[in-house]
Nanobody
Framework: VQLQASGGGSVQAGNSLRLSCADS????????LAWFRQAPGREREFVAV????????YYTDSVKGRFTISRDNAKNTVYLQMNSLKLEDTAVYFC??????????????????WGQGTQVTVSS
């Protein structure tokens, strides 16, 4: 698994961005995929996760109703649609993969593979 995140940028509060994370490997469909974020001086924070088949998702409370995680296994890509962005969403966003979705999905140490991160900056 080799993850490559993209789609970050600078936007004004209330606007939208869509992050993508592509995998160049052959086993993409066997992994649950998550997005984490890390703001300066803060620990890496769970954002959202999707299971291998794409029919189960979980979100951190602060993004529920605004962010949507999805995946296209045919394209080996996972997405994070971010709407109604807030100043506090500013962070470096990372995609991550682990073989199966389990109860530790919020714990960044449970993930085996990581993308390089993409910066999201929300301004007023």
């Amino acid at each position: 698994v080799q993850l490559q995140a993209s789609g970050g940028g600078s936007v004004q509060a209330g606007n939208s961005l869509r992050l993508s994370c592509a995998d160049s490997g052959r086993t993409f469909g066997s992994f649950s995929l998550a997005w984490f974020r890390q703001a300066p001086g803060r620990e890496r924070e769970f954002v959202a996760v999707i299971n291998e088949s794409g029919d189960l998702t979980y979100y951190t409370d602060s993004v529920k109703g605004r962010f949507t995680i999805s995946r296209d296994n045919a394209k080996n890509t996972v997405y994070l649609q971010m709407n109604s962005l807030k100043l506090e969403d500013t962070a470096v966003y990372f995609c991550a993969a682990r073989p199966t979705l389990n109860n530790y999905y919020r714990d960044h140490t449970a993930y085996v593979y990581w993308g390089q991160g993409t910066q999201v900056t929300v301004s007023s």
